[in-house]
């Protein structure tokens, strides 16, 4: 367990956040930001990567869990490690590059320690003329490099956690396992790869503004209004100029933002878990009736059968929020990342996923979503980051000391701890109030 150095808050936690609202100093204060990165993304599961970005043996991939460099790496006997970055002689990175093979064993560029792959040391030159005596050895854990203290693997999901004690990862995800379940359901084999490459952006704002944008309900038909109307317009023009009145699908992922009005998404719904998780429901209907669909489904029928099938289809979830730092959409096969840098610095890792066993032109359809709407190069995603940036300058500022959760608050429905929208009110800003209901409980542990 990493030894805390707990800052001084000149007020406790508790006063920071109510029922309703927030202190603007939970974004902008470097203080809280260095007590959540100890008792938050330090101490809970954090996403580390999924096993088909290392699978072979000496395979790894470098990740931020929290403020540490860690290494996921694929081990001789199948299993995998996720290490800290860190030679334990001098204290240089082992890893330098993001990705690579690192062979039977890494080997620290600066003093040619050696290591297997689950950290154990293997040889220092001169170990015996240069050490002897010492209580540097291999017998000294000390001259291991560091392993996580835990790491689970969840349906090719890796996930590790620096805190040695705390509940399992079926425990932590609670029904938000449901992220990873009902993406690879989705598969005719039953599982997803990852598609090598992904998309990182660095936003200018507090790690909290993006969580919280995630399952606003409210702000796609306003922030994104421009985009989804001129889209809508050139769809419908296409459409006259078809036989059939159709515009490629492309073009309604982009027009749903307009189309999809304010009044559409209250009929939504979140659920809202305990340790900060909460869903979206409402699939955005992208699922046309077209032959490449029709293709997907008789694979899958004759894959697990008529009705498993149509339960599997029939999940209604359009977005998924693994608190502290995953943002899952699974019918599209994509998730996004949170590793905070600062109090205004957040990199966000856009990850895209290959249904495996599913026709090429299924990959290809949410192929199209990732590129066209998670993409930085959007303007949807554009339009976020410009909001992200100025609510962190608005924050930071001297014009108001809260922030507002009210809308619907009240109207809320609670029971056995999870607490759900009420109906028509899938706008509500209950899912912020959970996230910081949960900060509170990490922040106070």
């Not at 560029?109 to 950290?119: E, K, L, N, R, V």
Request: aromatic share 10%; proline share 6%; with cysteine.
């Amino acid at each position: 367990m990493l030894q805390e150095r707990v800052p001084d808050l000149s007020r406790s936690v508790t006063s920071l956040v109510e029922p309703d609202r927030v202190r603007r100093e939970v974004y902008t204060d470097p203080d809280i930001f260095e007590l959540e990165m100890q008792r938050i993304h330090e101490r809970v599961w954090i996403y580390c990567g999924h096993l088909t970005q290392i699978p072979k043996a000496g395979d790894y991939y470098t990740v931020q869990v929290g403020r540490q460099p860690m290494i996921m790496v694929r081990k001789s006997d199948g299993g995998v490690a996720v290490l800290h970055n860190r030679c334990p002689h001098r204290g240089n990175m082992i890893c330098g590059d993001l990705k690579g093979n690192t062979g039977e064993f890494f080997r620290c560029s600066y003093h040619a320690w050696t290591f297997h792959h689950d950290g154990k040391l293997k040889n220092i030159p001169m170990m015996e003329s240069g050490y002897q005596g010492t209580r540097f050895g291999k017998g000294n854990p000390d001259c291991n490099v560091k392993p996580a203290a835990r790491v689970e693997v969840y349906r090719g999901f890796v996930f590790a956690s620096l805190a040695k004690d705390g509940p399992s990862l079926k425990e932590f995800l609670g029904p938000a396992i449901v992220a990873f379940d009902d993406m690879c359901d989705r598969a005719p084999e039953g599982e997803v790869e990852i598609v090598p490459n992904c998309f990182r952006v660095i936003q200018r704002s507090n790690w909290k503004i993006f969580m919280e944008n995630q399952l606003d309900a409210l702000h796609p038909s306003v922030t994104h209004q421009s985009t989804g109307r001129a889209a809508h317009e050139v769809e419908k023009q296409i459409a006259k100029k078809t036989r059939k009145g159709e515009a490629p699908l492309s073009y309604h992922m982009l027009s749903a933002f307009a189309t999809v009005t304010i009044d559409k998404w209250d009929g939504f719904q979140t659920i809202n878990y305990p340790h900060g998780h909460s869903i979206l429901t409402g699939y955005m209907g992208l699922r046309p009736q077209d032959p490449d669909t029709l293709a997907y489904d008789k694979i899958m029928i004759k894959k697990y059968g008529k009705k498993r099938f149509e339960e599997i289809i029939g999940v209604n979830i359009h977005h998924v929020l693994v608190y502290p730092g995953l943002s899952v959409q699974s019918p599209l096969q994509q998730l996004r990342a949170v590793r905070p840098l600062g109090v205004d610095r957040t990199l966000t890792e856009i990850w895209h996923f290959r249904l495996k066993g599913a026709p090429e032109a299924i990959y290809r359809r949410s192929l199209a979503y990732y590129n066209l709407v998670n993409s930085p190069a959007t303007l949807i995603n554009a339009d976020d980051l410009e909001n992200f940036w100025k609510c962190h300058q608005g924050l930071a500022s001297e014009g108001g000391d809260w922030v507002s959760f009210h809308r619907h608050y009240g109207r809320d429905l609670e029971k056995n701890g999870v607490v759900e929208s009420a109906p028509n009110m899938g706008t509500s800003e209950a899912p912020m109030r959970n996230q910081m209901k949960a900060w509170v409980q990490y922040l106070q542990d």
